[in-house]
């Protein structure tokens, strides 16, 4: 294939992947965050740590649907502009016409490695940290009035009558379990105001009391105060409070293959390594299938001639629905059994098989070569013998 040919196919492509990417990411993201978010964590300022820790994981999960459905627009607008029927003409292999989309394919599966093992990684931590603020409540512009909020396991509970503004409240009681000093304290405050520390936050009590019970005895002592302050770990003005847990999509490289060793031990790690193993490492490898699927259908099942069919549309539904499909059987059977993998593998490898197996015939069926036989042969060399 000329290389300005070559140039042009893939430029062709790779924007129609972007355009596809685009189309696909954006809906899936914000369909999420506003399945995982509330609106109260909208308003403390979730959304933009939440939209960076989703991104690379909805991006390299999308991307080979994308790559497979761009090409599959971009082949069946070739069929219909009778553009395929010219490169035949022009005595260029189906392999050639394929070349420039097998390319780009290959280029987008190493993104899509980097993504799924590097980047998704470092950034779903971040996303973690915004889960576990929404569903403990770390955050006090979160915090509803007339509600109990429980902290560091229990020890402490937090209850307000009512918002002032979104810093302030009115009528805050507080319980709290200190190991150390062997004694539980309650706090009561008339007004309390949050502040937002780097780190943490601290609250600023006025016109309360604090009432302490040791342990070990039934004495309650009861102390007045005008102003008093304490902290709470809650979202600070810089980062997340930090969580004592790991997922293994959090994991880098090197820790996620080594986590195999502690994994395999539990039936249920053990699927769920698997399940995030295959999304690393075989998701990415699918837009080569898909993208030769599409090249496959649509070469052997368009119509190449220039006149538009309805085969084209059927094609480009084909692409998400074999995704789609392969992702809902990621993570329910290799959840349920990390065996499965064999069956997805062979999965993918028969859609490949298949697709490299229809381009082959019709690379045959195309082929400007033939031999001529034996009286053509004859006729083309002594064509005047014949003629007497």
Same mark, same amino acid.
């Given at each position: 294939?000329?290389?300005?040919?070559?140039?042009?196919?893939?430029?062709?492509?790779?924007?129609?992947?972007?355009?596809?990417?685009?189309?696909?990411?954006?809906?899936?993201?914000?369909?999420? =965050?506003?399945?995982?978010? @509330?609106?109260?964590?909208? +308003?403390? /300022?979730?959304?933009?740590?939440?939209?960076?820790?989703?991104?690379?994981?909805? /991006?390299?999960?999308?991307?080979?649907?994308?790559?497979?459905?761009?090409?599959?627009?971009?082949?069946?607008?070739?069929?219909?502009?009778?553009?395929?029927?010219?490169?035949?003409?022009?005595?260029?292999?189906?392999?050639?016409?394929?070349?420039?989309?097998?390319?780009?394919? /290959?280029?987008?599966?190493?993104?899509?490695?980097? =993504?799924?093992?590097?980047?998704?990684?470092?950034?779903?931590?971040?996303?973690?940290?915004?889960?576990?603020?929404?569903?403990?409540?770390?955050?006090?512009?979160?915090?509803?009035?007339?509600?109990?909020?429980?902290?560091?396991?229990?020890? #402490?509970?937090?209850?307000?009558?009512?918002?002032?503004?979104?810093?302030?409240?009115?009528?805050?009681?507080?319980?709290?379990?200190?190991?150390?000093?062997?004694?539980?304290?309650?706090?009561?405050?008339?007004?309390?105001?949050?502040?937002?520390?780097?780190?943490?936050?601290?609250?600023?009590?006025?016109?309360?009391?604090?009432?302490?019970?040791?342990?070990?005895?039934?004495?309650?002592?009861?102390?007045?105060?005008?102003?008093? !302050?304490?902290?709470?770990?809650?979202?600070?003005?810089?980062?997340?409070?930090?969580?004592?847990?790991?997922?293994?999509?959090?994991?880098?490289?090197?820790?996620?293959?080594?986590?195999?060793?502690?994994? #395999?031990?539990?039936? +249920?790690?053990?699927?769920?390594?698997?399940?995030?193993?295959? #999304?690393?490492?075989?998701?990415?490898?699918?837009?080569?299938?898909?993208?030769?699927?599409?090249? !496959?259908?649509?070469?052997?099942?368009?119509?190449? @001639?220039?006149?538009?069919?309805?085969?084209?549309?059927?094609?480009?539904?084909?692409?998400?629905?074999?995704?789609?499909?392969?992702?809902?059987?990621?993570?329910?059977?290799?959840?349920?059994?990390?065996?499965?993998?064999?069956?997805?593998? /062979?999965?993918?490898?028969?859609?490949?098989?298949?697709?490299?197996?229809?381009?082959?015939? +019709?690379?045959?069926? @195309?082929?400007?070569?033939?031999?001529?036989?034996?009286?053509?042969?004859?006729?083309?060399?002594?064509?005047?013998?014949?003629?007497?």
């Amino acid at each position: 294939m000329p290389r300005l040919l070559f140039l042009y196919l893939a430029r062709r492509i790779l924007f129609t992947t972007l355009v596809v990417q685009l189309a696909l990411i954006v809906p899936v993201v914000l369909s999420y =965050l506003l399945y995982t978010l @509330t609106p109260a964590a909208i +308003r403390a /300022g979730l959304l933009a740590p939440a939209l960076i820790g989703t991104m690379p994981t909805v /991006g390299f999960i999308t991307l080979p649907m994308a790559i497979g459905v761009a090409t599959a627009l971009e082949f069946a607008r070739m069929s219909n502009e009778g553009m395929i029927a010219v490169l035949y003409a022009l005595r260029l292999s189906v392999w050639s016409i394929c070349r420039p989309a097998v390319v780009c394919a /290959g280029a987008l599966v190493v993104l899509g490695y980097g =993504l799924a093992n590097l980047m998704a990684p470092y950034y779903a931590s971040g996303l973690q940290d915004v889960i576990n603020v929404v569903r403990n409540s770390l955050n006090h512009r979160m915090l509803d009035a007339a509600h109990f909020y429980t902290f560091d396991n229990g020890v #402490k509970t937090l209850y307000l009558q009512r918002w002032e503004s979104p810093d302030i409240a009115v009528n805050l009681f507080v319980r709290q379990i200190s190991i150390e000093k062997r004694q539980e304290e309650t706090i009561t405050a008339a007004r309390a105001e949050f502040r937002r520390q780097p780190s943490g936050v601290v609250v600023a009590l006025s016109n309360g009391s604090i009432q302490t019970k040791p342990f070990d005895t039934d004495e309650v002592r009861i102390a007045n105060f005008d102003e008093y !302050a304490m902290a709470l770990p809650m979202q600070g003005s810089e980062s997340l409070p930090p969580r004592n847990w790991r997922g293994v999509y959090e994991l880098t490289l090197p820790e996620f293959i080594a986590n195999w060793q502690t994994a #395999k031990l539990d039936r +249920r790690q053990a699927g769920e390594w698997m399940a995030e193993a295959a #999304k690393r490492f075989g998701v990415p490898s699918l837009a080569i299938a898909h993208t030769l699927l599409a090249m !496959a259908l649509v070469l052997t099942f368009g119509n190449v @001639t220039g006149r538009r069919g309805g085969m084209s549309s059927l094609v480009i539904i084909a692409i998400p629905a074999v995704h789609i499909l392969f992702l809902v059987a990621l993570e329910s059977l290799l959840r349920a059994d990390a065996r499965f993998a064999f069956l997805l593998g /062979g999965a993918a490898a028969l859609e490949v098989g298949v697709s490299i197996l229809l381009i082959y015939r +019709r690379n045959r069926s @195309t082929s400007p070569m033939r031999k001529l036989s034996a009286f053509e042969t004859i006729a083309a060399a002594e064509p005047q013998t014949v003629a007497a």
